[in-house]
């Protein structure tokens, strides 16, 4: 009598509930299928192996049957997006990923400018509020996108529209008080051919080039956005010690400035990590730290000063995050 048949009293002949001892195969409706993962090709060939039990089986196995339910079974890991993909259609996701995002940023601008024709923030504070919201709010919808090129092109159009738009208003061609007042440092359109200029071009640049799977978009970005807009608002506020090589920028903002692109970018590490676009590692927390502490101090220069930090800190974030990650 088969081994197995001896923890059968009854008699009722039911197939091995072992089968990754003996080599049985268990009823469909059995729970014991999963256990066909932990099969290594060592106990397949131990299995197939047993030639006084070939006669016996009531559900004989072979190596090929094993594998191939092994090999139904595997899972392939490939970036998840947070709209449905029509393998047939995938254009159409992208397009509509393109309105979600730029409604999304039209959205925030919008806010931000009504909350500077009311007066409700100092004209800095408001523009700063543009500046650390827009990149960010917008690198949350990059998800929305498919992997590869399209999806990175039709992400770039929002900032990019922004592109011609900042040199239509700098040029004076479209004229526009509200979009003026909200992004400018003291209301000049002249300003826009500037700072918000080279901002919306970062971001632009960061799409197409680098996209969602590379950690020198997530740094570039956050160092930016965060850490330059924070390190105004706080050293502002609080930055009544200034660093001695440059009297217009202060000890505590450029605290403000490291810490903040570092800690977003951290953040922005693990939301991209849960769709699959990077992994996340001490080293690569490690790298944000020297991005972020390499921008602040570029930040503080007086070149930056005399240029435009909008694109003295994306130059610096590009420069060590190539050499960091």
């Not at 191939?68 to 995938?90: C, D, E, G, K, Y």
């Not at 039209?106 to 919201?133: I, M, P, Y």
């Not at 951290?266 to 690569?284: K, L």
Request: glycine share 8%; hydrophobic share 45%; with cysteine.
């Amino acid at each position: 009598m088969h081994s197995c048949l001896a923890l059968d009293p009854i008699g009722t002949g039911t197939p091995c509930s072992f089968p990754c001892h003996v080599g049985h195969l268990p009823r469909p409706s059995s729970t014991f299928g999963l256990g066909f993962l932990l099969l290594t090709p060592k106990s397949i060939s131990d299995i197939t192996s047993y030639s006084l039990l070939d006669g016996t089986l009531r559900y004989p196995l072979t190596t090929t049957t094993i594998k191939h339910r092994i090999r139904r079974r595997q899972v392939t890991s490939a970036p998840a997006t947070m709209l449905p993909q029509n393998p047939q259609n995938p254009v159409v996701a992208d397009i509509c990923a393109t309105f979600i995002a730029g409604g999304v940023a039209l959205f925030f601008l919008l806010l931000w400018e009504e909350t500077a024709k009311r007066g409700v923030f100092d004209q800095k504070l408001n523009r700063k509020c543009v500046h650390v919201s827009i990149g960010l709010v917008f690198m949350l919808c990059w998800p929305l996108f498919s992997s590869g090129l399209r999806g990175a092109f039709l992400a770039s159009l929002t900032p990019g529209i922004n592109i011609f738009r900042m040199l239509l208003l700098g040029l004076g061609i479209w004229k526009d008080e509200a979009t003026v007042k909200s992004i400018s440092r003291y209301g000049d359109y002249r300003e826009l051919l500037k700072g918000p200029l080279y901002y919306a071009t970062t971001i632009t640049l960061a799409c197409i080039i680098y996209w969602r799977t590379s950690p020198i978009a997530i740094a570039l970005i956050c160092n930016l956005c965060a850490g330059d807009g924070l390190a105004d608002i706080v050293g502002r506020r609080f930055g009544t010690r200034k660093i001695p090589y440059n009297r217009n920028k202060s000890v505590v903002g450029s605290v403000a400035m490291a810490s903040a692109g570092f800690l977003t970018s951290i953040g922005y590490m693990h939301y991209f990590s849960r769709f699959g676009f990077v992994q996340e590692s001490w080293g690569m927390v490690l790298g944000f730290l020297v991005v972020s502490l390499a921008s602040a101090l570029v930040e503080s220069l007086p070149i930056s000063t005399n240029l435009d930090d909008n694109l003295t800190v994306p130059l610096a974030s590009i420069l060590v995050g190539s050499l960091v990650f």
